[in-house]
């Protein structure tokens, strides 16, 4: 036997809340004869459950007649486990091939901010020796024309 309040139900019906459940599934809770004949409140059975087959109309009438009942109970629930795992595995093999993708966009983008980063620092390189050739050049002249004044003033 199943313990419907915890097994996976659909997620439109509250495992908790056996008044919710479908007919067929509070058999199993109360296994009184009067409580198989009500109708399930308006509106609130999530999927439509197959007729029972004459045999198996009444479950009350007999405890061999509850098998069926209860074999395709599990059978359904786990169909819909198996429906919920399938879907799980799609979500995430959805999220992973996401996850990739971003990833690979963000380390495209990060290859080409190094490479605005190295180009800037070369550039940033090329300024800087051209700088300190023009201070070296600057200095050689004014070291020249230093040494014409002089040799001026001594003539």
């Keep these: 036997m199943v313990d419907v309040s915890t097994a996976a139900l659909?997620?439109?019906?509250?495992?908790?809340t056996t008044a919710l459940l479908p007919m067929d599934l509070r058999v199993v809770d109360h296994p009184h004869p009067h409580h198989h004949h009500q109708q399930p409140p308006f509106g609130l059975v999530s999927q439509p459950h197959p007729t029972p087959t004459p045999s198996t109309a009444?479950?009350?009438?007999?405890?061999?007649?509850?098998?069926?009942?209860i074999g395709h109970q599990e059978t359904h629930l786990q169909q819909e486990l198996v429906a919920l795992k399938h879907k799980q595995q799609l979500q995430r093999q959805l999220l992973i091939a996401e996850f990739q993708r971003q990833h690979e966009q963000l380390s495209r983008q990060h290859e080409v901010q190094l490479q605005e980063h190295i180009k800037h620092q070369q550039d940033l390189l090329a300024?800087?020796?051209?700088?300190?050739?023009l201070e070296h050049h600057r200095k050689m002249e004014q070291q020249r024309h230093e040494?014409?004044?002089?040799?001026?003033?001594?003539e």
């Design 58 to 69: 009444c479950p009350a009438s007999s405890e061999s007649g509850s098998g069926p009942v």
């Design 10 to 16: 659909p997620s439109q019906v509250p495992p908790t």
């Design 127 to 133: 300024l800087k020796h051209q700088q300190e050739l």
């Design 147 to 154: 040494q014409q004044l002089e040799k001026q003033q001594r």
